[in-house]
């Protein structure tokens, strides 16, 4: 196997393997959440079996894939202005096919092959075994579609090739689909319901990366806390269940602890949490795992009751204030992430405060923020008005801005003076002489390379930060490179 080179939609170099005798290049590029970067790792499997090698190169490709993203408005804007620059291309490479998939797919179906002439074929989350099929019809000079939301599938039975790959850390997806309904999210319309993959095959998965020398692995879902294995079938069916499948179905607990026992040397990551649904059950066994970081990104997106109500949220902010207080007891180094939303429909001044006020309380390592995009068909959509002013909105989100930097900064000089597990994934981009890695808290730690290489777990004291990273001297290797 030679190795060639793709590009993924941040502009990184990557290489995968390469099977000599595929003939058709495949151009993808993904955008939006992880959960679409593994899914595109699937559909690169998928096609490798039917003739593709992944190419980085646009103007060689036979086939073009976008995998996109509906999240926000400007999501679907990027992926839009995007497909325009394939328009001249096309005109020169009549034979090129472009597709698109993901979440932009499910939400618009035909709707794209009308809108977007240049577009060709249109994917949704739950159909991509069906591609080869669909190429075929593509190859006819058809346009193709298939958008078919499923109850049962997990991919579980593929095995992705890794595009996104430093050979160190890897996406694993456990659940996908979400039930939960925020009246804002886009999500469950896009990836339809809830269902869990077999763990003995993501056992296997996790095997097979670490015999490949991969070092951490992230569980993925949309809502991983609530990954319930009883045979099969959607999460919302369990009550249906027979006594023996509800005996001896695997929890999320369960899973985390079966992936730390399947290979103590790795490190298990997971995201996303939702808070509902986060178990003590879970932050117990993080504390009990050497090997599962202590870190949690847990969402919260407002800090006011009304406004979490009104979003569908199943918990109030006393609820979550008790959760984070738990984790805290229990973990007591742990990095806590958010993500928030600004602007929602009827926030007033003083909810905006209370998410300020909660962002206080917390002091959350790093966050991930955003202002109110309107989601059409979502119940928030349909039901409330969209009435926080642009600039109220951008005001608003830049004071949580602000103040997530402040209290990042807060937590970096927190670890001064520590010495810290690192996992090396790659050198550093502002200094050639640097590894870039993480902490078990998720924050990124450079030191001088020395004699250590990527995929060494090192001991490394941190002596300096900034907001966002922390910079220090590595010491020795840590007991996991052994
Ligand atoms: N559970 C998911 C959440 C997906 S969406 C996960 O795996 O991460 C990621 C984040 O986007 C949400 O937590 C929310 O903060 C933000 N978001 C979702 N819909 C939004 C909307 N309509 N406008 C603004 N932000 C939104
Ligand atoms: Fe979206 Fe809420 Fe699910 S944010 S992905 S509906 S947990």
């Not at 890897?170 to 939960?180: K, P």
């Not at 206080?360 to 790093?366: I, T």
Request: proline share 4%; glycine share 6%.
């Amino acid at each position: 196997m030679e190795n060639i080179i793709v590009e993924s939609n941040q502009g990184k170099a990557l290489a995968i393997p390469h099977n000599p005798l595929n003939q058709r290049k495949l151009y993808i590029e993904s955008y939006g959440c992880q959960m679409n970067f593994s899914d595109s790792e699937i559909v690169a499997s998928i096609l490798g079996g039917v003739g593709f090698n992944t190419t980085e190169k646009l103007e060689e490709a036979d086939l073009v894939l976008l995998n996109t993203c509906s999240i926000r408005d400007k999501a679907e804007q990027t992926v839009r202005k995007r497909l325009k620059t394939f328009n001249a291309l096309k005109k020169t490479k009549p034979k090129m096919k472009v597709g698109v998939l993901g979440c932009m797919a499910e939400r618009l179906k035909h709707q794209f092959l009308e809108e977007e002439k240049i577009v060709d074929l249109v994917v949704g989350p739950d159909a991509y075994k069906d591609l080869p099929h669909l190429v075929e019809e593509i190859d006819d000079g058809r346009n193709a579609i298939n958008v078919i939301l499923s109850k049962e599938e997990t991919y579980g039975d593929i095995s992705p090739v890794r595009l996104n790959s430093n050979g160190v850390t890897a996406l694993v997806s456990i659940t996908r689909g979400c039930d939960n309904m925020c009246t804002f999210c886009v999500v469950p319309f896009t990836r339809g319901r809830e269902r869990s993959r077999d763990p003995q095959s993501i056992v296997e998965e996790i095997n097979d990366l670490w015999s490949k020398g991969f070092k951490e692995v992230t569980l993925l879902g949309q809502n991983v806390d609530s990954y319930l294995w009883y045979g099969g079938g959607l999460k919302k069916d369990f009550d249906k269940a027979s006594d023996f499948q509800k005996a001896t179905s695997v929890n999320f607990a369960n899973l985390l602890a079966l992936c730390a026992q399947a290979q103590p040397k790795m490190r298990f990551r997971f995201s996303t949490s939702n808070p509902q649904d986060m178990s003590l059950e879970v932050i117990k066994t993080m504390s009990q795992y050497d090997n599962i970081p202590n870190y949690i990104h847990l969402p919260v997106q407002s800090g006011s009751n009304p406004i979490l109500k009104a979003m569908n949220r199943q918990h109030t902010r006393e609820e979550y204030i008790k959760l984070i207080d738990n984790i805290r007891q229990i973990i007591p180094d742990c990095g806590i992430s958010q993500d928030m939303i600004a602007g929602f429909p009827g926030e007033s001044e003083e909810n905006h405060q209370e998410t300020l006020s909660l962002m206080e309380y917390v002091k959350y390592d790093f966050g991930f923020m955003f202002a109110y995009s309107e989601r059409p068909g979502t119940s928030a959509a349909r039901k409330l008005e969209d009435d926080v002013p642009e600039m109220v909105k951008k005001r608003r989100l830049q004071e949580i801005i602000d103040l997530q930097r402040e209290h990042s900064h807060v937590r970096t000089k927190g670890h001064l003076g520590k010495i810290e597990e690192v996992l090396i994934e790659k050198t550093s981009k502002r200094n050639v002489n640097e590894w870039s890695g993480r902490n078990s808290q998720n924050t990124v730690v450079v030191f001088p390379k020395a004699n250590f290489k990527v995929g060494d777990f090192v001991m490394v004291e941190i002596l300096d930060c900034t907001s966002a990273t922390l910079i220090g001297r590595g010491l020795k290797l840590s007991e996991k490179s052994f």
